[in-house]
């Protein structure tokens, strides 16, 4: 009998790409079911051991660990208290990685001015941690399906704290930089086990709202680094950004220390273990004990797999570059900020960074909307019988493209010299925020669950390339956009800006139109 909790009309990202049988969702009165009877299909083929007659027959007859009904042992059967406590954990420490990448640009003069380096150079420190952000996850994430949750939440965090410490204390810009790599690598655990976790302990249909929040943190955490980094560097300078990065830092790590183990694969080896204890039978198993994954075959799945199938999935592809995009204009705003409103109002970095306040506004309206697209996408899955199809995902990147290029076109036109220098209103350049605040996140919500859906026996392989290209857009932006914001000038700096997202706009459209049938071409997307 299958709980009402583990019902499903898309992919689990609780379990792993590569399972093959219904383990984690199944629940039965004695706590194992026969393996026979938790088969489910697979796409890649079952494992060799099930080809072979005489070792399928063997395996058949051995039991599979399930939950008991409303277990309370099950983190989708915790209380709604504590599953949104942990909820905002994880979108906490998010938000606080997102942070510290951005809260060095607060002081960066400070910086340049001590080291006697460029803003090139100093830009780096914002790049590295980036390029972090992609890097860490191909290492982090398999691990996770192999020894749980739990640990790659602690370690991974503990040491992104340690290594803000030589950060604030470095006496070299060569020290500020390696550091700041390695903060975010380490850093990278909160952003790989976020949804992970969240979709631990949330059912499919309830999860519209904690996965909005997952959506919003790594976009929101960015944005208030300038803002707080700005008031800090004007008072006190570039190191106290850094130490107070780490406090926060380490807050979040004592937080992060209260996680429990949510990932079921784990959870149920445990009680399979408690289970031949306590019958003394040695045919009561788990999925992962039979089939054991190597660290390798995981790699492989994470780290080579992703960029072959950017290679030869369109899906991927272009849904990646959409969601990069997005990415890459935060940060790019990051650096066009200082120029348009410290180099031509006069503002000093806090004021600069009060501007971002724009965003969050435009980020609110993003979070009111992501549960209504919920229930649509839920709506069209009851009218085809249970189950909705991938495309149905991207309403949210179709109404949210279209907001993207109009924050640029206000940005760079309401800016200096297209008003008065030094006389014109704040408010346009400043209001450009709200608008692209709304889309990146509706459209970072829409295109991450398309993805997931499009490719769900491939889910890890396809988010992990989607993190490398995402990081590396955020990695680009810093390194040009004030040369380009001071060769171009304002207003048609943001407009090469702006023709790349009116670019973009098509992506989503194109696939909601055509998406089926390329799926149907695909090796590796699901028709389903």
């Given at each position: ?75 989708r ?50 790049s590295?941690?980036?390029c ?33 410490i030589p ?19 380490f850093?990278s ?38 803002l707080?980094?700005g ?13 107070v ?26 009680r ?30 994470t ?32 650096f ?28 609110g ?18 009218k ?50 709200i ?64 023709f790349?997202?009116?670019a ?25």
């Open positions: 009998m299958r709980s009402r909790s583990h019902d499903s009309t898309r992919a689990d990202l609780s379990r792993p790409s590569r399972s093959v049988t219904q383990e984690g969702r199944d629940v039965s009165h004695k706590g194992y079911v026969k393996f026979e009877s938790a088969l489910q299909p697979v796409h890649e083929g079952l494992p060799d051991l099930l080809k072979d007659p005489e070792k399928a027959r063997t395996i058949k007859d051995l039991y599979l660990v399930t939950w008991l009904e409303n277990d309370p042992e099950d983190p059967n915790w209380s709604p208290v504590w599953r949104w406590y942990l909820t905002l954990v994880s979108a906490l420490a998010v938000i606080s990685v997102a942070f510290a990448s951005a809260v060095i640009t607060g002081d960066f003069e400070g910086i340049e001015e001590e080291f006697q380096v460029g803003e090139v150079v100093t830009a780096l420190s914002v590295l941690m980036v972090g952000f992609g890097l860490g996850p191909l290492v982090i994430s398999p691990l996770s399906e192999l020894y749980g949750r739990r640990p790659l939440w602690v370690i991974p965090t503990f040491l992104y704290l340690i290594f803000n950060c604030a204390l470095a006496k070299n810009i060569q020290t500020l930089l390696i550091c700041r790599f390695f903060c975010g690598i850093a655990g909160p952003l790989t086990l976020a949804g992970s976790t969240i979709s631990d302990i949330w059912d499919n249909n309830e999860r519209g709202f904690a996965i909005a929040l997952f959506a919003a943190a790594p976009y929101g955490g960015a944005a208030l680094g300038p707080v980094g008031f800090i560097g004007v008072t006190v300078g570039w190191r106290w950004i850094l130490w990065n780490m406090i926060f830092a380490g807050v979040v790590f004592l937080f992060c220390l209260t996680i429990p183990e949510t990932f079921a694969p784990v959870l149920l080896q445990k399979a273990a408690k289970l031949r204890s306590k019958t003394g039978r040695d045919d009561i198993v788990t999925e992962q004990e039979i089939f054991r994954t190597s660290f390798a075959d995981l790699i492989t799945d780290l080579v797999r992703p960029f072959g199938m950017l290679v030869t999935e369109p899906i991927l592809l272009l849904m990646s570059l959409f969601i990069a995009l997005i990415y890459g204009l935060l940060y790019a705003f990051f066009s900020f200082p120029v348009v409103f410290g180099e031509d109002y006069g503002y000093n970095n806090g004021i600069t960074g009060l501007m971002f306040c724009s965003v969050f506004i435009g980020l309206i993003a979070l009111c909307i992501t549960p209504l697209l919920e229930k649509s996408y839920l709506k069209q899955a009851e085809k019988g249970g189950r909705a199809d991938p495309e149905d995902r991207l309403l949210g990147s179709m109404i949210g493209a279209p907001f993207v290029p109009i924050a640029l076109f206000i940005f760079g036109w309401t800016s200096p010299p297209a008003v008065m220098p030094g006389g014109g209103n704040w408010v346009g350049p400043a209001s450009a925020g608008p692209f605040g709304f889309g990146m996140v509706v459209i970072y919500f829409s295109a991450n669950a398309y993805l997931i859906d499009a490719f769900p026996n491939y889910v890890a392989s396809a988010l992990a390339a989607k993190t490398v290209v995402r990081s590396g857009a955020g990695a680009a932006m810093p390194l040009f956009m004030v040369q380009m914001f001071h060769g171009l000038g304002n207003g048609w700096a943001a407009s090469l800006l702006g790349v997202s009116v973009m706009i098509p992506i989503p459209f194109l696939f909601y139109r055509y998406g089926r049938a390329i799926r149907a071409r695909s090796k590796r997307a699901t028709l389903i």
